[in-house]
């Protein structure tokens, strides 16, 4: 005779519900990626290796394995499962030499993270790399002093707010004196060449470009506008505004205003040969909300000044004044005729004098005169004409 309480307890042990995985859905992926490796590994009696000749599977186990043993986590985690010893190094690694760094970063990307790790993710496009190439292909900029000052009054008009940083692409025009944001580094366009005729039919033209590093390139205007949609972080590449002038007379009052001031123009009387030969071209331009006879009485002792006394050649009398925009705007104006002038200080140290420009006096007058009205917003001085265009 059967006894119902022994079968029913036989028969408990077959009914017990079935244990849920303690593993989390990304370990389980983790598990099935290095399940992948194994079948390669028990396939060809050997670990996957890198190289373009190689297939795009292979690569993709190469890449994985190598963070795979880089990770302590999921090494703890597939220990117990490798019983071919692949995360202990027990086979021959791929050659490095056979990937770039730039390419093993590419495919490591996205790796490890809450994506699935069997899919190969960032993978840089042949465009892209030869962007990157072109970029990466710089020069030391010879002249990069006539430039420095340049890009640094830029760097400061941004921090200032008189210029802003915007996405490139809504405007993706380069030209002439344009300056961006690559990969963390300001970029102005110092020169461009003759308009040519790309492969695919659409205009490009040869760019001489300074790089805040002290480093210059000539590649094409339609490569660093590749650059730009997307650099080298990922990011997008930024525009720098042209500087922001006004309202420079307006009722609407700023830290930087001045109720009424003096536009100045000096003339240093300073012995140094370049200065004694050009003196009649050399302007320093300035804006003080004071007399600018205690702007200049300490003249002599002051780099600024280029250690020399000064005579005022003329004065403007302005009101309502933003003068920190005044100034840029002056500066944004001149800049192709900056001064590249190097002096020695009372101690011996070689200084660059900002804010002197070899311009006509009659063409500052006649840039106040337009900043009077109105009209000077898109001009700029042509120092081979010598004259505002």
């Not at 840089?124 to 002249?143: F, H, M, P």
């Not at 060449?193 to 000539?218: M, Q």
């Not at 009649?280 to 702007?295: D, Y």
């Not at 925009?325 to 660059?352: C, N, Q, S, V, Y």
């Amino acid at each position: 005779m059967i006894d119902l309480d022994e079968l029913r307890a036989e028969l408990d042990e077959f009914a017990q519900p079935q244990k849920k995985s303690a593993r989390s859905p990304k370990e389980e992926r983790v598990i099935a990626g290095f399940e992948e490796i194994q079948s390669f590994v028990e396939q060809y009696g050997r670990t996957p290796q890198h190289g373009e000749d190689k297939d795009i599977f292979e690569r993709l186990y190469a890449v994985r394995l190598d963070r795979l043993r880089s990770l302590e986590e999921c090494k703890n985690l597939l220990l117990p499962l490798d019983h071919q010893g692949l995360l202990s190094g027990a086979f021959v690694d791929a050659d490095p030499a056979l990937i770039s760094d730039d390419e093993l970063l590419a495919e490591l990307a996205g790796v490890g993270d809450e994506s699935d790790i069997t899919k190969l993710r960032h993978v840089r496009s042949v465009a892209e790399i030869k962007v990157a190439e072109e970029i990466a292909g710089r020069d030391l900029c010879q002249d990069f002093e006539k430039f420095e000052p340049l890009i640094k009054q830029a760097e400061r008009e941004l921090k200032a707010g008189i210029r802003k940083a915007l996405p490139f692409g809504r405007d993706a025009s380069i030209e002439l004196g344009n300056f961006f944001i690559l990969s963390g580094q300001f970029v102005y366009v110092a020169e461009v060449g003759e308009t040519i005729k790309a492969p695919n039919g659409e205009s490009d033209a040869r760019l001489r470009v300074i790089y805040s590093n002290g480093t210059e390139s000539n590649i094409l205007r339609r490569s660093l506008q590749r650059a730009l949609y997307k650099d080298s972080q990922g990011q997008k590449g930024r525009r720098l505004t042209d500087p922001d002038a006004g309202p420079l007379f307006s009722g609407n009052w700023e830290d930087d205003d001045i109720e009424s001031g003096t536009i100045y123009v000096l003339r240093s009387l300073s012995n140094h040969p370049f200065v004694a030969e050009h003196r009649e071209l050399i302007h320093k331009i300035g804006v003080t909300g004071g007399t600018v006879e205690e702007r200049i009485s300490n003249a002599v002792n002051n780099t600024t000044y280029l250690l020399a006394e000064v005579e005022v050649v003329a004065t403007y009398k302005l009101s309502s004044i933003n003068r920190t925009k005044l100034e840029a705007l002056f500066h944004r104006i001149f800049a192709p005729a900056l001064l590249d002038l190097t002096i020695l200080d009372r101690f011996g140290k070689p200084i660059k004098p900002r804010e002197w420009f070899l311009v006509p006096l009659h063409v500052i007058d006649e840039a106040v005169e337009k900043i009077r009205d109105g009209s000077i917003v898109d001009l700029v001085y042509d120092p081979q004409e010598a004259r505002l265009v």
